[in-house]
């Protein structure tokens, strides 16, 4: 029995990386029949993609898996029961701005400054998003729609009070930049010049760590998880869906308000030209790769970081525009869908055959031993 | 239910990801679809010389018919004229920091000196990265020196008068325009971009004190507004719904929209283009509306930083391309400007000799 579990369980895993293998292998055909219509050579991309990424390359992709990461597992929380926040990318660069304003002014000293950067840059992330929840619930908004302004109207207000009250810089503006000692020094594997891990890629770890048990481990998570899968048996079984909306948008909108901060305290200093936009959108591609799950998603991080990374210098070693690599990114979110629908087919249609052999067998012994009966 | 609206998730994410990660490709009529997924290094392929000269472009690279084309154009002068061997490497809409300082990184490991980055993004990078390679020669088109600490010895800083020729082309503006309105499309609001409208402002009133100069901006801080043109297009429909009848474009690869509205409000409408002779790249039926173009010499720069390096004298610390040094100009190709040539001339000697200062703030 206990070997027909196992077996059972392994069977289950692999079928987990069966889809997101065959997704890969697609985006990778996809990506080059495109490189070989414009006149490039495969061979070359592959070479790239797939060399051994050197000592800083490493510590990039170690980084941006966690800012990647924090991204998806926001947009994951939504995803579970079906609401789709397209907002992160709002709801972090305002989280940001406000927590590099906050710690800039250093009202609190040292490594307090960046305990309360941090839970500013949760509550803005919250409220920002939580706009989208109660309008929802309220006023029945599509959050789609909602989060999607919320977008605009957040990069757009961030825009206007840097260039309105940012410190000039260059040709530019920027918050005022953090004291050194609110700042970490991160942890160097290598030579200094090839960079630090980031300290706060510890939030990667305890945010999915703690999102993972409050989705399967409390009843919160099981009320959200069950208004995901079937929203009027939820509410049949006294789940307050309206209460769960807004709790699950601000959760996300916290987490979100997290993304850029590992970045802030490591490297940046302040908000202003070196801010990182476009994570929001990604983190969505990186959620629906790793299936909503932490796991998955820390997955999903790694590969996406590892592209962006080792695509990087594409053109300057082959002449291929690094851009080629959001086509293969592109692609496997979209091949991903696909192919674990086609696993999930195939694998239900394998288990009914195996269950109808199986009954065919009884049926065909019992008829035996009717026959034997009606014999004797 | 469920799968329905994975399906409509799925379908947001791809629309998503294409305006959110395209950005790059918008906007610029590239011609031939090669050009977007092989970035032309062309003339880096048969390239030969003992100076081996590192190009990092901003986002958009080749093709974009302003900013990188122009960095490109001094490139391929080098080449040409000082015999050195090069690669380029291209930024993408979006990209992590450490992915501009990596990008350095590869090049000064390559053996690539000098390294110019294009554009004010890779201030801070090559402020990070100059100090692990004192023996290579930086220089940051439109950059500063970020931490202010004791200067970096092996970066120059490349910056333009860019209010200078706004002046001239404002001038031209101001005394071609009929309605006593003209217009300034902004790709960003940001202080860059708003040191063109104060040199504009400033040229038009000099001619022109009763003209009206009616100020826009596609975005506020969104890097897209460089590569908008559909926000481009809307900006400039509004100011000639206000009844501008000159319009002045520092959008980048947005121009192209504004060059739209013009041409399809018709005849007696002018554009003026910015960093290249846009002239020259416009479609045919623009071409009668383009008035002349701000010119902003990232090739002289490029150029001049490249020529430095192999004289043994490289470029450091601070240098302003202005009138003065043939930094910034005005075009005159379509001849639209033949008849005011003079007096633009009077006012550029003026700048010149100093007796007129011109803003570089609104």
Do not use: A, D
């Given at each position: 029995m206990n070997n027909m579990a196992a077996a059972a369980w392994s069977r289950k895993i692999g079928q987990a990386l069966l889809a997101p293998l065959i997704a890969l292998l697609v985006a990778m055909v996809v990506t080059s029949l495109v490189i070989m219509l414009a006149g490039a050579s495969v061979g070359d991309f592959l070479s790239v993609l797939l060399r051994a990424p050197s000592n800083r390359n490493w510590v990039n992709i170690a980084n941006q898996s966690v800012l990647l990461f924090l991204s998806a597992l926001a947009a994951s929380i939504g995803f579970r029961m079906n609401l789709f926040n397209i907002g992160v990318e709002g709801q972090y660069t305002l989280a940001s701005y406000v927590a590099a304003l906050v710690a800039g002014l250093a009202i609190f000293p040292g490594k307090l400054n960046i305990l309360v950067a941090i839970v500013i840059a949760m509550v803005v992330g919250g409220i920002w998003a939580g706009i989208a929840g109660v309008l929802k619930v309220?006023?029945?908004?599509s959050e789609v729609i909602s989060t999607i302004m919320l977008n605009a109207i957040a990069i757009t207000m961030v825009g206007y009070l840097l260039n309105t009250y940012g410190q000039q810089y260059g040709q530019g503006r920027r918050t005022k930049p953090l004291s050194a000692d609110s700042m970490f020094v991160g942890w160097v594997p290598f030579d200094a010049r090839d960079g630090a891990i980031w300290t706060l890629g510890l939030l990667a770890v305890l945010a999915g760590v703690g999102i993972s048990f409050l989705i399967n481990r409390t009843r919160f998570g099981f009320d959200l998880r069950a208004t995901g899968m079937n929203e009027a048996a939820a509410v049949a079984s006294g789940v307050k869906v309206k209460q769960m909306v807004v709790i699950s948008m601000v959760l996300s909108g916290a987490i979100a308000g997290l993304i850029w901060l590992p970045a802030l305290f490591n490297g940046a200093a302040y908000y202003g030209p070196p801010f990182q936009r476009g994570l929001g959108f990604a983190g969505i591609a990186v959620a629906l790769l790793g299936r909503n799950r932490p796991i998955g998603i820390a997955f999903g991080a790694v590969l996406f970081a590892w592209l962006n990374e080792q695509a990087n210098p594409l053109g300057l070693l082959v002449g291929i525009s690094p851009s080629v690599v959001q086509i293969t990114q592109g692609v496997v979110v979209l091949a991903v869908v696909v192919a674990y629908e086609v696993v999930r087919r195939w694998a239900t249609a394998r288990e009914q055959k195996a269950l109808r052999a199986t009954l065919d067998k009884a049926a065909a012994a019992s008829t035996d031993n009717d026959a034997k009966a009606v014999a004797s | 239910m469920r799968r329905t609206s994975k399906i409509a998730a799925v379908g947001l994410v791809v629309a998503l990801a294409l305006t959110g990660c395209g950005r790059s490709d918008t906007g610029t009529s590239k011609p031939g679809s090669g050009t977007s997924a092989a970035a032309d290094n062309t003339i880096c392929k048969d390239a030969k010389g003992d100076t081996k000269v590192g190009l990092a472009f901003d986002v958009g690279g080749v093709g974009d018919q302003s900013f990188n084309d122009s960095a490109y154009a001094g490139l391929k002068k080098a080449v040409s004229e000082l015999g050195v061997a090069c690669t380029t490497g291209e930024a993408t809409d979006g990209e992590a920091e450490s992915a501009r300082e990596d990008r350095l990184r590869t090049m000064a490991d390559a053996g690539m000196n000098p390294i110019v980055a294009v554009g004010f993004a890779y201030s801070e990078a090559v402020d990070k990265v100059s100090g692990d390679y004192p023996d290579v020669n930086f220089a940051v088109i439109d950059g500063f020196d970020p931490t202010g600490d004791a200067a970096n010895d092996n970066v120059a800083y490349l910056g333009f008068a860019e209010n200078e020729g706004s002046f001239l082309v404002g001038a031209a503006a101001g005394l071609k325009t009929k309605t006593n309105k003209v217009g300034f499309v902004g790709g960003v609001h940001m202080d860059l971009i708003k040191k063109f409208e104060a040199g504009f402002t400033q040229g038009v009133k000099a001619v022109n004190p009763k003209a009206k100069v009616l100020v826009g901006y596609i975005q506020e801080s969104d890097l897209k507004g460089f590569g908008d043109p559909d926000g481009g297009k809307q900006v400039a429909n509004g100011q000639l719904d206000r009844g501008a009848d000159v319009i002045y474009h520092a959008a980048g690869g947005s121009g192209a929209g504004v060059f739209a509205a013009v041409t399809e409000a018709g005849k007696g409408q002018w554009a003026i283009g910015v960093d290249s002779d846009q002239y020259l790249t416009a479609p045919d039926d623009q071409k009668a509306h383009i008035l002349t173009s701000m010119l902003k010499r990232v090739d002289v720069a490029t150029f001049d930083m490249i020529k430095s390096v192999v004289d043994g004298a490289p470029l450091k610390s601070y240098s302003t391309f202005d009138l003065k040094a043939d930094g910034v100009g005005y075009s005159t190709s379509g001849g639209f400007v033949d008849d005011i040539k003079a007096q633009l001339d009077q006012w550029a000697e003026k700048i010149k000799a100093g007796t007129i200062k011109v803003k570089t703030k609104p």
């Open positions: 309220t006023r029945g908004v | -």
